[in-house]
């Protein structure tokens, strides 16, 4: 999981773009949980926490942008 300070440097387009990619991450280990086959259980709530942490500093970004 990148660091949070990490992901704040990130422009808008590539926040987009890392949410897409970890939503898609998360659909494949869901997949792996129902046939049985995931090898790491822990990593759909990493990948959970790392989607909440790009949308909260997306909307952080729309607020300030209001607020100028």
């Known amino acids: 999981m990148k660091a949070t300070k990490e992901i704040k ?3 808008a387009a590539e926040l987009n773009n890392r949410e897409a990619e970890l939503k898609q991450e998360l659909f494949t280990l ?3 949980l129902a046939v049985n086959r995931l090898e790491n259980p822990m990593r759909i709530k990493a ?3 790392e989607i ?3 949308k ?3 909307r952080q970004r729309e607020i300030e942008a209001a607020n100028k």
Do not use: N
């Open 9 to 11: 440097e990130l422009s």
């Open 30 to 32: 869901r997949f792996q």
């Open 47 to 49: 990948v959970k926490k």
């Open 56 to 58: 909260t500093i997306r």
């Open 52 to 54: 909440a942490v790009v």
